[in-house]
């Protein structure tokens, strides 16, 4: 295993649905990212855990809720999405006060 | 409140010509460090080359090259050589010196490289 890891690759569901998204790294970081990439547009910080702490972008909706059971996991859970939030998602890893961020593939989500 | 603005949407080239991806960026900071970001299609985001504003000499990673112009806020990305394997979208960042995480990114610019 090597790096971040991100899974599922591609998930698509409906409005109703309720899923999670997981990435894991590899790297023995102290900080792990979401960040939700969509076309034409900057990355957007969505939540960080950082030294067992948690930081999140205020303007992310309450649909979109973030779990990070141990310094090597993190989730984030999916409930009653918008076709908007339709994006590739992005998990990163790095060492606190170190802009070297380590990206997982990503996973493309898609609700329709 | 800081920001960075990448003017070129996409750009191509012809492989094993230069190219040169701008990025210009708004800050009061005097401490930050200035990076650019590499996401060849399907493939994760790299880290290509990292600037501290405190060092005069511009970051070099073999064909990579910066152009840093503090005063101008000016932090272009120079390809020497370019090769197919350089295709891909390519974020500026900026980040505050004192921060603990948090990254400004720029739009993105696509680029590509033709045989």
């Known amino acids: 295993e090597t790096g971040v890891t991100q899974t599922p690759r591609h998930l698509v569901m409906g409005m109703t649905n309720k899923k999670s998204l997981k990435c894991e790294q590899h790297?023995?970081?102290?900080?792990m990212y979401w960040y939700k990439q969509s076309a034409k547009k900057p990355l957007e910080l969505m939540f960080v855990?950082?030294?067992?702490?948690?930081?999140e972008n205020n303007s992310v909706p309450s649909r979109f809720s973030p779990e990070c059971p141990n310094s090597s996991h993190l989730f984030l859970h999916l409930h009653t999405l918008q076709p908007e939030d339709s994006a590739l998602y992005l998990c990163?890893?790095?060492?606190?006060?170190?802009?070297?961020?380590?990206f997982g593939e990503g996973s493309r989500l898609t609700v329709l | 409140a800081q920001t960075v603005t990448q003017s070129q949407p996409e750009m191509s080239v012809q492989e094993a010509e230069t190219v040169t991806l701008s990025c210009t960026y708004d800050t009061s900071e005097n401490n930050y460090y200035l990076f650019w970001y590499k996401q060849p299609p399907s493939r994760q985001m790299i880290l290509v080359i990292r600037?501290?504003?405190?060092k005069q000499q511009n970051a070099t990673e073999n064909r990579f090259s910066v152009n840093f112009q503090k005063a101008a806020k000016s932090f272009s990305l120079k390809i020497s050589d370019s090769q197919l394997g350089d295709t891909a979208m390519y974020f500026c960042?900026?980040?505050?010196?004192?921060?603990?995480?948090?990254?400004?990114w720029g739009a993105g610019t696509k680029l590509i490289i033709k045989p």
């Open positions: 990163a890893s790095s060492q606190v006060r170190n802009g070297e961020l380590f």
């Open positions: 960042a900026f980040m505050k010196g004192d921060s603990n995480y948090q990254l400004i």
């Open positions: 790297l023995g970081h102290n900080a």
């Open positions: 855990y950082s030294l067992e702490e948690r930081v």
């Open positions: 600037q501290e504003a405190y």
